[in-house]
Protein backbone atom coordinates (compact mmCIF):
# COMPACT_ATOMS: atom_id res chain seq x y z
CA UNK A 1 0.00 0.00 0.00
CA UNK A 2 0.93 3.48 -0.87
CA UNK A 3 1.73 5.94 2.48
CA UNK A 4 -1.01 8.96 1.56
CA UNK A 5 0.56 11.79 0.91
CA UNK A 6 -1.05 14.76 3.00
CA UNK A 7 -0.47 17.32 0.43
CA UNK A 8 -1.35 16.02 -2.62
CA UNK A 9 -4.96 14.59 -1.13
CA UNK A 10 -5.65 17.77 0.40
CA UNK A 11 -6.94 18.92 -2.70
CA UNK A 12 -8.99 15.84 -3.11
CA UNK A 13 -10.66 16.22 0.29
CA UNK A 14 -11.28 19.68 0.05
CA UNK A 15 -13.29 19.11 -3.22
CA UNK A 16 -14.67 15.78 -2.99
CA UNK A 17 -18.36 15.26 -3.01
CA UNK A 18 -19.05 12.81 -0.66
CA UNK A 19 -21.07 10.30 -2.06
CA UNK A 20 -25.02 11.18 -1.20
CA UNK A 21 -23.86 14.82 -0.75
CA UNK A 22 -25.78 17.66 -1.62
CA UNK A 23 -23.47 20.29 -3.50
CA UNK A 24 -25.14 23.03 -2.85
CA UNK A 25 -23.03 25.13 -5.31
CA UNK A 26 -23.89 28.64 -4.41
CA UNK A 27 -22.26 27.97 -0.94
CA UNK A 28 -19.30 26.92 -2.75
CA UNK A 29 -16.60 30.12 -3.79
CA UNK A 30 -16.09 29.52 -7.47
CA UNK A 31 -12.56 31.31 -6.26
CA UNK A 32 -11.12 29.97 -4.03
CA UNK A 33 -7.25 29.37 -3.88
CA UNK A 34 -6.83 27.82 -0.25
CA UNK A 35 -4.40 27.10 0.60
CA UNK A 36 -2.54 29.24 -1.74
CA UNK A 37 -2.38 33.19 -1.96
CA UNK A 38 -0.95 33.79 -5.21
CA UNK A 39 -0.24 32.01 -8.83
CA UNK A 40 3.23 32.66 -8.01
CA UNK A 41 3.22 30.84 -4.88
CA UNK A 42 1.64 27.99 -6.36
CA UNK A 43 3.95 27.76 -9.27
CA UNK A 44 6.21 24.78 -8.22
CA UNK A 45 3.61 22.93 -7.07
CA UNK A 46 1.87 22.87 -10.30
CA UNK A 47 5.07 21.98 -12.51
CA UNK A 48 5.41 19.35 -9.77
CA UNK A 49 1.93 17.72 -9.93
CA UNK A 50 2.13 17.66 -14.27
CA UNK A 51 5.60 15.77 -14.10
CA UNK A 52 4.09 13.69 -11.48
CA UNK A 53 0.98 12.27 -13.60
CA UNK A 54 3.57 11.77 -16.98
CA UNK A 55 5.46 9.67 -14.86
CA UNK A 56 2.25 8.03 -13.68
CA UNK A 57 0.79 8.05 -16.65
CA UNK A 58 3.37 5.77 -17.97
CA UNK A 59 3.58 2.99 -15.43
CA UNK A 60 -0.20 3.33 -16.33
CA UNK A 61 0.61 2.42 -20.33
CA UNK A 62 3.08 -0.01 -19.32
CA UNK A 63 0.98 -1.77 -16.55
CA UNK A 64 -1.85 -2.25 -19.16
CA UNK A 65 -4.16 -3.80 -16.19
CA UNK A 66 -6.38 -0.81 -15.46
CA UNK A 67 -7.14 2.74 -16.80
CA UNK A 68 -8.38 5.83 -16.31
CA UNK A 69 -11.58 8.00 -17.39
CA UNK A 70 -12.16 11.62 -16.67
CA UNK A 71 -14.91 13.38 -16.94
CA UNK A 72 -15.11 17.43 -17.20
CA UNK A 73 -18.11 19.03 -17.19
CA UNK A 74 -18.91 22.59 -16.65
CA UNK A 75 -20.97 25.65 -18.18
CA UNK A 76 -19.61 27.53 -21.19
CA UNK A 77 -15.90 29.02 -20.37
CA UNK A 78 -15.79 27.43 -17.13
CA UNK A 79 -12.13 25.96 -18.73
CA UNK A 80 -12.79 22.59 -20.26
CA UNK A 81 -10.58 22.90 -22.98
CA UNK A 82 -7.82 25.04 -21.30
CA UNK A 83 -8.38 22.12 -18.05
CA UNK A 84 -7.32 19.80 -21.18
CA UNK A 85 -4.40 21.34 -22.60
CA UNK A 86 -2.74 22.01 -19.39
CA UNK A 87 -3.30 18.89 -17.59
CA UNK A 88 -2.52 16.63 -19.57
CA UNK A 89 0.38 18.30 -21.48
CA UNK A 90 2.99 15.96 -20.40
CA UNK A 91 1.39 12.66 -20.99
CA UNK A 92 2.85 10.74 -23.87
CA UNK A 93 -0.40 11.14 -26.37
CA UNK A 94 -0.02 6.95 -27.25
CA UNK A 95 -1.76 6.18 -24.17
CA UNK A 96 -4.13 9.25 -24.02
CA UNK A 97 -7.52 10.06 -25.92
CA UNK A 98 -10.01 13.11 -25.82
CA UNK A 99 -13.30 12.59 -26.61
CA UNK A 100 -15.71 15.46 -27.15
CA UNK A 101 -19.25 15.24 -26.99
CA UNK A 102 -21.31 17.60 -29.24
CA UNK A 103 -25.21 17.31 -30.09
CA UNK A 104 -25.43 13.91 -30.89
CA UNK A 105 -25.26 13.07 -34.77
CA UNK A 106 -28.31 11.20 -36.41
CA UNK A 107 -26.28 7.90 -35.52
CA UNK A 108 -25.91 8.29 -32.14
CA UNK A 109 -29.52 9.74 -31.43
CA UNK A 110 -31.09 6.27 -32.74
CA UNK A 111 -29.11 4.93 -29.88
CA UNK A 112 -29.36 5.07 -26.11
CA UNK A 113 -27.45 7.25 -24.81
CA UNK A 114 -25.17 5.75 -22.87
CA UNK A 115 -24.07 4.13 -26.69
CA UNK A 116 -21.71 6.62 -27.74
CA UNK A 117 -19.91 7.41 -23.98
CA UNK A 118 -19.25 3.40 -23.62
CA UNK A 119 -18.07 3.00 -27.28
CA UNK A 120 -15.05 5.81 -26.09
CA UNK A 121 -14.02 4.28 -22.89
CA UNK A 122 -10.66 3.65 -22.05
CA UNK A 123 -8.92 0.35 -23.02
CA UNK A 124 -6.97 -1.08 -20.31
CA UNK A 125 -3.63 1.03 -19.93
CA UNK A 126 -5.60 3.97 -21.56
CA UNK A 127 -6.34 7.52 -20.37
CA UNK A 128 -9.27 9.40 -21.46
CA UNK A 129 -10.88 13.02 -21.18
CA UNK A 130 -14.09 13.02 -21.55
CA UNK A 131 -14.59 16.85 -22.89
CA UNK A 132 -18.44 17.39 -21.76
CA UNK A 133 -20.06 13.33 -21.68
CA UNK A 134 -22.98 11.26 -21.17
CA UNK A 135 -23.51 13.75 -18.65
CA UNK A 136 -25.25 16.71 -21.23
CA UNK A 137 -28.07 13.70 -21.25
CA UNK A 138 -29.24 14.90 -17.96
CA UNK A 139 -28.39 18.81 -18.13
CA UNK A 140 -28.85 20.55 -21.57
CA UNK A 141 -31.52 18.08 -22.44
CA UNK A 142 -33.15 18.46 -18.95
CA UNK A 143 -33.35 22.31 -19.31
CA UNK A 144 -34.11 22.49 -23.02
CA UNK A 145 -36.12 19.51 -22.58
CA UNK A 146 -34.95 17.39 -24.96
CA UNK A 147 -36.48 14.49 -23.77
CA UNK A 148 -39.61 14.40 -21.45
CA UNK A 149 -38.96 14.57 -17.24
CA UNK A 150 -39.63 11.04 -16.56
CA UNK A 151 -37.35 9.54 -19.48
CA UNK A 152 -34.33 11.59 -17.98
CA UNK A 153 -34.63 11.03 -14.33
CA UNK A 154 -34.30 7.03 -15.05
CA UNK A 155 -31.06 8.94 -16.25
CA UNK A 156 -29.45 8.87 -13.11
CA UNK A 157 -29.74 4.86 -12.49
CA UNK A 158 -28.15 4.17 -16.01
CA UNK A 159 -25.46 6.28 -15.47
CA UNK A 160 -24.11 5.06 -11.96
CA UNK A 161 -25.03 1.31 -13.30
CA UNK A 162 -22.67 2.32 -16.07
CA UNK A 163 -19.84 3.77 -14.65
CA UNK A 164 -20.24 0.71 -11.28
CA UNK A 165 -19.56 -1.54 -14.47
CA UNK A 166 -16.52 0.54 -15.60
CA UNK A 167 -14.74 0.49 -12.41
CA UNK A 168 -15.64 -3.16 -11.62
CA UNK A 169 -13.68 -3.40 -15.04
CA UNK A 170 -10.70 -1.87 -13.83
CA UNK A 171 -11.18 1.67 -15.07
CA UNK A 172 -10.69 4.65 -12.36
CA UNK A 173 -13.20 6.91 -12.75
CA UNK A 174 -12.57 10.85 -11.32
CA UNK A 175 -15.47 13.52 -12.75
CA UNK A 176 -14.76 17.10 -12.31
CA UNK A 177 -17.16 20.59 -12.28
CA UNK A 178 -15.61 23.41 -12.95
CA UNK A 179 -17.50 25.58 -11.16
CA UNK A 180 -17.45 29.53 -12.40
CA UNK A 181 -18.92 32.64 -11.41
CA UNK A 182 -21.41 34.52 -13.89
CA UNK A 183 -19.46 37.47 -13.58
CA UNK A 184 -16.14 35.29 -14.79
CA UNK A 185 -17.96 33.64 -17.34
CA UNK A 186 -18.79 37.03 -19.11
CA UNK A 187 -14.98 38.39 -18.30
CA UNK A 188 -14.05 35.25 -20.44
CA UNK A 189 -16.30 35.83 -23.30
CA UNK A 190 -15.11 39.55 -23.46
CA UNK A 191 -11.64 38.34 -23.25
CA UNK A 192 -12.45 36.42 -26.30
CA UNK A 193 -13.92 38.70 -28.29
CA UNK A 194 -11.15 41.20 -27.68
CA UNK A 195 -8.37 37.95 -28.88
CA UNK A 196 -8.43 37.36 -32.70
CA UNK A 197 -6.77 33.83 -31.54
CA UNK A 198 -10.00 32.78 -29.56
CA UNK A 199 -12.78 34.68 -31.45
CA UNK A 200 -13.62 31.32 -33.19
CA UNK A 201 -14.99 30.28 -29.96
CA UNK A 202 -17.36 32.10 -29.60
CA UNK A 203 -21.06 31.36 -30.31
CA UNK A 204 -24.68 33.03 -30.00
CA UNK A 205 -25.59 30.12 -28.16
CA UNK A 206 -22.87 31.53 -25.63
CA UNK A 207 -25.08 34.30 -24.52
CA UNK A 208 -28.53 32.19 -24.89
CA UNK A 209 -27.19 29.69 -22.77
CA UNK A 210 -25.87 31.93 -19.93
CA UNK A 211 -29.42 33.28 -19.62
CA UNK A 212 -30.84 29.50 -18.57
CA UNK A 213 -28.03 29.68 -15.63
CA UNK A 214 -29.89 29.29 -12.83
CA UNK A 215 -31.53 25.97 -14.76
CA UNK A 216 -28.30 24.57 -15.73
CA UNK A 217 -27.33 24.89 -11.99
CA UNK A 218 -30.16 23.00 -10.84
CA UNK A 219 -29.32 20.71 -13.30
CA UNK A 220 -26.13 20.11 -12.13
CA UNK A 221 -26.92 20.28 -8.60
CA UNK A 222 -29.09 16.60 -8.99
CA UNK A 223 -26.48 15.39 -11.25
CA UNK A 224 -23.65 15.60 -8.75
CA UNK A 225 -26.15 14.79 -6.13
CA UNK A 226 -27.32 11.22 -7.74
CA UNK A 227 -24.43 10.33 -9.44
CA UNK A 228 -21.72 11.01 -7.07
CA UNK A 229 -20.82 7.02 -5.94
CA UNK A 230 -17.36 5.56 -4.67
CA UNK A 231 -16.84 3.86 -7.74
CA UNK A 232 -17.19 7.55 -9.57
CA UNK A 233 -16.85 10.22 -7.26
CA UNK A 234 -17.42 14.21 -8.78
CA UNK A 235 -15.16 17.15 -7.42
CA UNK A 236 -15.87 20.61 -7.53
CA UNK A 237 -13.24 22.53 -8.68
CA UNK A 238 -13.00 26.10 -8.18
CA UNK A 239 -12.25 27.44 -11.03
CA UNK A 240 -12.44 31.04 -11.60
CA UNK A 241 -8.99 30.91 -11.15
CA UNK A 242 -7.28 29.17 -14.23
CA UNK A 243 -4.27 28.08 -12.53
CA UNK A 244 -5.75 27.03 -9.19
CA UNK A 245 -8.04 24.77 -11.71
CA UNK A 246 -4.98 23.31 -13.70
CA UNK A 247 -3.49 22.67 -10.20
CA UNK A 248 -6.01 21.17 -8.41
CA UNK A 249 -6.98 18.69 -11.10
CA UNK A 250 -3.73 17.46 -11.64
CA UNK A 251 -2.88 17.00 -7.87
CA UNK A 252 -6.47 14.89 -7.69
CA UNK A 253 -5.47 13.25 -10.66
CA UNK A 254 -2.15 12.27 -9.57
CA UNK A 255 -3.14 11.25 -6.05
CA UNK A 256 -6.21 8.78 -7.32
CA UNK A 257 -2.81 7.34 -10.07
CA UNK A 258 -0.80 7.04 -6.68
CA UNK A 259 -3.66 4.89 -5.08
CA UNK A 260 -3.78 2.47 -7.67
CA UNK A 261 0.02 1.35 -6.81
CA UNK A 262 0.92 0.76 -10.31
CA UNK A 263 3.74 -0.99 -11.56
CA UNK A 264 6.36 -1.88 -14.54
CA UNK A 265 5.06 -5.59 -15.99
CA UNK A 266 7.57 -8.05 -14.79
CA UNK A 267 10.39 -8.96 -17.32
CA UNK A 268 9.18 -11.99 -19.24
CA UNK A 269 12.33 -12.69 -21.07
CA UNK A 270 15.46 -14.44 -19.58
CA UNK A 271 17.68 -11.61 -18.92
CA UNK A 272 21.32 -13.57 -19.27
CA UNK A 273 20.27 -15.50 -22.67
CA UNK A 274 19.23 -11.93 -24.06
CA UNK A 275 22.98 -10.48 -22.42
CA UNK A 276 24.94 -13.53 -24.54
CA UNK A 277 22.66 -13.19 -27.73
CA UNK A 278 23.72 -9.07 -27.28
CA UNK A 279 27.01 -9.88 -26.73
CA UNK A 280 27.22 -12.23 -29.90
CA UNK A 281 25.70 -9.41 -32.03
CA UNK A 282 28.20 -7.19 -30.86
CA UNK A 283 31.23 -9.32 -31.56
CA UNK A 284 30.02 -10.07 -35.02
CA UNK A 285 29.31 -6.53 -35.70
CA UNK A 286 33.20 -5.37 -35.04
P1 LIG B 1 -18.77 22.74 -27.18
O1 LIG B 1 -18.44 21.87 -26.03
O2 LIG B 1 -18.66 24.21 -26.86
O3 LIG B 1 -18.03 22.36 -28.41
O4 LIG B 1 -20.32 22.56 -27.53
C1 LIG B 1 -20.91 21.31 -27.68
C2 LIG B 1 -22.40 21.51 -27.58
O5 LIG B 1 -23.04 20.27 -27.76
C3 LIG B 1 -22.82 22.06 -26.25
O6 LIG B 1 -23.69 23.12 -26.41
C4 LIG B 1 -23.51 20.87 -25.60
O7 LIG B 1 -24.49 21.23 -24.67
C5 LIG B 1 -24.08 20.16 -26.81
N1 LIG B 1 -24.38 18.76 -26.50
C6 LIG B 1 -23.55 17.82 -26.04
N2 LIG B 1 -24.20 16.67 -25.81
C7 LIG B 1 -25.51 16.89 -26.12
C8 LIG B 1 -26.67 16.09 -26.07
N3 LIG B 1 -26.64 14.82 -25.66
N4 LIG B 1 -27.83 16.65 -26.46
C9 LIG B 1 -27.88 17.94 -26.89
N5 LIG B 1 -26.80 18.74 -26.95
C10 LIG B 1 -25.62 18.24 -26.57
MG1 LIG C 1 -18.98 26.21 -26.21
Redesign the pocket.
Known sequence: MRKADPELDAYAARHLLSPGEAPKLARRDPADIFPHVSHADAREAAEAAVAELDRLQYLLFADRGRSLLIVLQGL?AAG?DGTIRHVFSGMNPQGVRVA?????TPE?AAHD?LWRAHRVAPARGEVVIF??S?Y??V???RV?D?VPEPVWRTRYDAINAFEAGLAANGTRILKFFLHISPEEQLARFAARLEDPARRW?I?E?DYT?RLLWDRYLEAYEDALWRTGTEAAPWYVIPSDHKWYRNLAVAQIIAAALREMDLSVPPVTVDLDDIRQRYHAAKARQK
Open positions: DKAFKQPEFNRHEDLVVHLKSSE
